[in-house]
């Protein structure tokens, strides 16, 4: 009596298959969530003006890759025009957040963000911000995240070296 060696071969073929899928689920595992009160919050870095916090939510803003960030500014900060080499998405968490664009900060102009409010500042165009009170923002996107002033004196890195 001949024995076929398909259905091995089909038996061992599936084995393998369903072995690097468990792998494959393994690697692909869902991160942690993050409630609010598990965000840990420090020192905004020293290319953003004074004043305002940041918490890394997801990501690494520093690499390519996509990252989330929360920014918390106080009451009546302002970020200077500026942009970003690639696109911002923010997302308004609380508080009021003004934007305007251009290539200067113009608080007669722009528009009022309150919780909720999302919006999408592409890569390379000028905008800037100002809050009315506190106010926390998610921002989300592509890295690495860098910032370029409009006017290369409000960059707030550029003036603590003085």
């Known amino acids: 009596m ?12 599936l084995a393998v ?21 598990d965000i840990k919050w420090g020192p905004a870095p020293p290319v953003v003006p004074p004043g305002a916090q940041l918490a890394v939510v997801a990501g690494d803003p ?6 989330t960030m929360r920014l918390k500014m106080p009451a009546n900060y302002k970020v200077p025009a500026h942009h ?30 309150k919780a909720g409010a999302f919006a999408e500042m592409p890569a390379g165009m000028n905008h800037y911000a100002w809050t009315t009170e506190e106010t926390v ?6 890295g690495p995240f860098a910032i370029t002033y409009a006017n290369p004196t409000d960059d707030p890195s550029k003036q603590a070296t003085k």
């Open 84 to 113: 970003h080499p690639t696109d911002e998405f923010v997302t308004v968490i609380s508080g009021d957040f003004r934007v305007g664009l251009g290539d200067k900060l113009d608080m007669d102009k722009g528009q009022s963000l």
């Open 62 to 67: 520093s690499k390519e890759g996509l990252f």
């Open 17 to 37: 298959v369903a072995a690097a899928g468990a792998l494959q689920a393994a690697e692909m595992q869902m991160k942690p969530p993050v409630n609010v009160g």
């Open 137 to 142: 923002v998610q921002i989300a996107g592509p």
């Open 2 to 13: 001949k024995r076929s060696i398909v259905p091995f071969a089909v038996a061992s073929g």
